[in-house]
Every structure is written in C-alpha cells, then in structure tokens.
C-alpha cells in the first residue's frame, strides 16, 4: 500500500501541493493525471522524498519522510520526468549502474532481461547520448525495472514510480511499456503513474488521481473519474467521455473553444 | 530465441569495456614498475643502481655517494612523484564526479590555489607557532595546513556553482579564477612578511617541483595522500550513481549527501598533499581522466585505480623529462606538465566544442 496524507508542499514560498489525500494498492496500475503545472510531478516528488512536505506519507508501511535511501530504494524506484547523464555510458552500464548502486547484487544477466522488456534489446553496447530521447527514456524506464525486478519481494509489494514514462514514446512503444506496467501489477507489485495521455490511462489504469491546482479534484476508479464534469472542469476545456464497442473508454476534446 | 542472442550481445559488450580497462590496468601497473626502475637510474650525477647492486652483492664496498644518491635523493623523489601524481589524477576523477563534470579539475578551479595558499601561510607563519608545537608537527604542517585550505575551496566552490545538484560550469570556472585570484592576492602580501630562507621556499615551491625530496616530506605528506588514492575506489559505486543525477542515485539507494561530504575530503587530502610536497603541478587532473574515459570508458570502478597508475606514469616520465632536458640544470617538473598539458587541454576544448553549454 502507498498512502499519503494531507500533503503540503511549499516551494519558493508557494505552495504547490494544498491538503493532497492519495493512495494507490499493489495489484493496480494508479494514474495521476491533470493539466500542466498541477503539481503532478510535485506529488511524485514527494512520495520518493525528493522534496519536503508536511503531512505523511508511507510505502509500505515505511515512512518516506525517515526512511534511509536504501530502505526505501529496495521497495520501489523511479523514473523521473527527466534525467541526465554525465559520463559517456552506455546502455548497459546505465541499467547495470541501477542495480549495482542500491540494494541488490548485480548480474549482467538482469540487465538484459530489463533492457528486453522495454524494447532495447543489442541497444547494450550503444552510448546513452546517441539514443533519441525515447531511447533514452526506456533506458531509464529498464534502469529502475532492474532495480525492483521482482513485484513482489520477501516482505511484500515492490513499487515502480513513473513521472510520465511514455512521453516521447511512439504508439507502438506506449503500448510496450504500459503494458509492462500493467504485467508488473498483474504480478502484485505496484505502479503509479504520472500520465498526459487520457486514452491510455482509461485503457491501462485501475485507479486514477486528477489533479489541478495543486489539489485533487477527486481520485477513484477510471470509470468514476473520467467523466464529462471531472475532466472539462480540471482542464478547464470542454471533453467528452465516451466508449467504442467493445466498450473500451476513449475521450475526445469536445469543441475548440472559440 | 532472438531476444536471447541480442541479449547476450549486450551483456558482453558491456564486460567488454569492463575486461579492457581491467587489462589497461595490468599494463599501467607493469608500465609503472619498469619506469620506477628506470626512474632511479636518470640524473644529473651518473649513479646506476645496477652498480650498486652488483657492489651490494659482490660483497665490496659500497660508495658512499652512490649510494646517497640513490637512498636520499633519487628514491624519495620517485615515492613523491609516484604519490603526487595519483593524488591529483585521482583528485580529478572524484571532483569530476561530484561536479559531474569533465572540467572539474582542482587546478582549474581553484582547488590547488586554495590548498596552496594554506601552504604558503604554513610556511611563513609556522615560525610563528609556539617552538614546541611547531616541532611537534615538523613536516606535517604544510601538508596539514595545505588540506584545510583544499577542503575550504571545495566547499566555497560547490556553495557557489552548484544548485539542487546541478552545476554550472561557467560558475564553476569564474570561482575558479576568483579564488586564485584571491590566493594570488594573499601570497603576495606574505611574501612581504617571509623572510630569505622562506622566500627560497616559496618560489621554488610555486614553480612545482619534485626536487628537494626527503623521506621526511615524503612521511609526512604520504598517509594524507593515500588516504586519497586508496579511499576513492570505495566510492565508485556511489560515484557512478552520481553520474545519473543526484535525485536519480537517492532513488537508487545511495546516501548521496554522504557520498559529497566524503568525496569533499578525499579531494581536500589528496590535493592539499599533493600541493603542499609539489607546489602547483597542473593538468594532471585533468589529462588523466580524460584519456581514460576515451579508451575504457566512465565505470568508476576502474577508472579511480586506472587513474592513480596513468598519474604515477605521466609524472614520473616529466619528472624524468625535467631531470634531463636541460641537464646538468633542471627544469621544475611543473614547465613541463604545463608545456604537455596546455596543449592537450586545449583539444579537449576543440573535440567538444559545446562542452561549456553543459
Ligand atoms: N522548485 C520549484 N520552485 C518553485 N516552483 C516550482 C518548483 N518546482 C515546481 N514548481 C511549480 O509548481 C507547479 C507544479 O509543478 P509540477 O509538479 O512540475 O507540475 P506538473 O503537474 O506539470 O508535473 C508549477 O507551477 C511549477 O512552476
Ligand atoms: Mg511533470
């Protein structure tokens, strides 16, 4: 379980996160969705405990506010919205680097499997800044897909923090990599996911938080979420939720305003 | 089936570079064993430890000079040269990680300046310390003295350039120039509080130069030294973390805040050593690294101990170069490390033009 609590966050003397309630289970794909400058990544950003907060916030039961970085490490990782790399690595080394430096021993043999899951296999040998940016992106998705490999580990669900992971991703590698995220909860590990893409968070998550204006407007199943009222009001542009046969939910921009 | 041999593809890669560097350091080593023996023979007097050997074991007596030459002069040169050039190739390794930047060099940005200047105030205001504990520290003062004013550059520099684990290099270089600036500024006005003999010190010392060497420099500056060379290898993991951002290796597990500090001292040892026993022997830090990430790559695993044989090396040969270029005289080793790294820096420059835009 991954439960946060009246989460405030202040940054340059603003807050960007207001009373924020948010919980996700293991077994579930949860989005976090809403329009830009919301506080999505924010809210990520504090469940790994990149940046201060007031309130609780807890994976596992451990707090993420005290945990030490290998405690908390071992229970789930992230991929950020964006990372550099200084050095001139390559992709096997990178995804090698995500294992070797945490918890768990290392094994090339790991490695590989990552990198095949997310589409990059005999991409090992090539150096990260060569890649194109979505290269790059499922790099970093295979980094921390080594570092919590198994969904569920000896003392419970391992959890994979994703800040937008199919942003510069084409369509065909969107549905590569939502559905390792939906195999890795299948398994009962955990997934929460910073997404922009409304279609593919109907199609793939359980559980969803719309956010707008560094408050959630209301989090709960797709279905409930996703309605005509909810999505035009926190993106305040008019959308309409509907469904093709077979019933697979898809959203539409409803008019361009004038 | 074909994920599977692609995959296999990618893991040898990968212990391919890691197989490479570990031969590159089996021939550095090697490279480096056979250069201290050669070492021992190039001078200005004609001594050649094989005569000695063969005196030592044809059980005749041996000569006097010879062998002072040899014990006193020659071999605490090459322990100096030897320990001196690790500490500044390794110091440049862990500053670039920690600045997670190419450029970072301690004589670049200011780190040498700053231990430097620890130095000089050691050497003109140690007379000044009650007689006692002045003896008491002896050599050490200005190796201990070089290493605080090493760890304060360090950290005024990184309060300066870098914000939420991001580093400017611009910055970066700019508090570089300050701090040596200010260094410069200082010395100066000790110089006109030093007296005759300190004055000798000083201007032979700024030159850099491994002449002068006495066991006792040598004990004095050498634990501070290997504390560097030895301790930094342990922090390659943390340091190849550090590569992939700082949020980035907390998320992976790394106590990241303690990887800086420690980082931060090992640099202060190294360098503040280095300086105190060499003076201002520049490039090293900078050349070292570079060529090595060209040819066995970033894994800090080995590139820390690659690091440390490749430095022996380079200064060990331009120490030699300095002994004879203008033999019977010689050239302070400090000329001849700028004169080969002058040049080199500036085609790392030309190689990787957008290298200031980072
Ligand atoms: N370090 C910071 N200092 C000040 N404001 C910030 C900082 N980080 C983010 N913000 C602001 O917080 C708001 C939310 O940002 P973010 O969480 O990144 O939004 P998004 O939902 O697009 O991921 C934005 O208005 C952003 O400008
Ligand atoms: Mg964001």
Redesign the pocket.
């Known amino acids: 379980m991954l439960k946060a609590q009246d989460l405030t966050v202040l940054?340059?003397?603003?807050e960007?996160?207001r009373g924020v309630d948010f919980a996700a289970k293991p077994g579930e794909i949860t989005a976090i969705v809403?329009?830009?400058?919301?506080?999505?990544?924010?809210?990520?950003?504090a469940l790994t405990g990149d940046?201060g907060f007031s309130g609780d916030a807890r994976i596992e039961g451990l707090d993420v506010a005290r945990a030490k970085p290998w405690e908390l490490a071992a229970r789930r990782s992230v991929l950020s919205?964006f990372t550099g790399v200084a050095f001139p690595f390559t992709v096997a080394e990178i995804v090698h680097i995500g294992q070797s430096a945490g918890v768990r021993g290392a094994g090339s043999e790991l490695t590989e499997r990552a990198l095949a899951r997310v589409g990059l296999s005999g991409f090992g040998p090539r150096p990260y800044h060569d890649l194109s940016g979505g290269e790059q992106q499922r790099t970093q998705l295979a980094r921390a897909l080594a570092q919590v490999w198994d969904p569920v580990g000896g003392d419970g669900p391992n959890w994979l923090i994703l800040?937008?992971p199919v942003a510069s991703l084409d369509i065909a590698h969107q549905l590569e990599v939502m559905t390792l995220a939906r195999d890795f909860a299948r398994a009962g590990g955990g997934v929460v996911a910073?997404m922009h893409d409304l279609n593919l968070t109907a199609m793939f998550a359980q559980s969803v938080a719309l956010?707008a204006l560094?408050e959630i407007v209301t989090q709960g199943p797709v279905d409930d979420v996703f309605t005509d009222q909810n999505l035009s009001r926190a993106y305040a542009c008019s959308l309409r939720v509907n469904t093709v046969p077979p019933a697979a939910t898809y959203i539409l921009p409803h008019a361009a305003r004038a | 089936m074909v994920a599977l041999a692609d995959t296999t593809a990618a893991s040898r890669a990968m212990t391919d570079r890691g197989q490479l560097a570990r031969w590159v350091m089996l021939g550095l080593a090697a490279a480096l064993i056979l250069l201290c023996g050669f070492s021992l023979f190039v001078g200005a007097t004609g001594v050649s430890p094989v005569a000695l050997m063969i005196d030592l074991i044809a059980g005749r007596d041996i000569d006097l000079r010879a062998r002072v030459v040899i014990m006193d002069i020659r071999l605490p040169r090459l322990a100096l040269g030897l320990l001196v050039g690790a500490s500044l190739a390794v110091s440049g390794v862990v500053m670039q990680g920690l600045f997670r930047n190419p450029l970072a060099d301690p004589g670049l940005v200011g780190v040498s300046a700053g231990a430097g200047l620890g130095a000089i105030l050691a050497i003109v205001l140690g007379g000044l310390l009650p007689s006692a504990l002045g003896a008491a520290m002896g050599y050490a003062l200005v190796p201990i003295a070089a290493f605080v004013g090493g760890w304060l550059s360090v950290m005024a520099l990184y309060t300066v350039a870098t914000r939420?684990g991001h580093t400017s290099v611009a910055t970066m270089l700019l508090a570089g120039i300050a701090l040596a600036a200010l260094v410069g500024a200082v010395s100066g006005i000790l110089i006109y509080l030093a007296d005759d003999a300190q004055l000798r010190t000083l201007t032979f010392w700024g030159l850099g130069s491994l002449a002068g060497a006495t066991w006792g420099k040598v004990l004095a500056a050498a634990p501070l030294m290997l504390i560097g060379i030895v301790g930094a290898p342990l922090l390659a993991r943390g340091l190849n973390g550090l590569a992939l951002g700082e949020a980035t290796a907390r998320h992976m597990g790394l106590d990241v805040q303690r990887l800086k500090r420690l980082a931060v001292l090992l640099v202060a040892a190294a360098v503040g050593a280095a300086v105190a026993v060499s003076g201002g022997i520049g490039f090293v830090g900078i050349v070292v690294p570079h060529l090595l990430r060209l040819s066995t790559g970033p894994d800090h695993r080995f590139l820390l101990i690659n690091a440390a044989l490749l430095g022996a090396i380079i200064l060990i040969v331009a120490d030699m170069i300095a002994r004879v270029i203008v033999a019977p005289a010689e050239l302070p080793i400090g000329i001849v490390m700028a004169i080969i790294g002058g040049p080199f820096f500036l085609w790392i420059l030309l190689r990787r033009r957008g290298i200031l835009e980072m």
């Open positions: 940054l340059g003397g603003r960007i996160l809403g329009p830009n400058g919301s506080g999505k990544t924010t809210l990520l950003r940046v919205q800040d937008e910073v956010l560094g | 939420g």
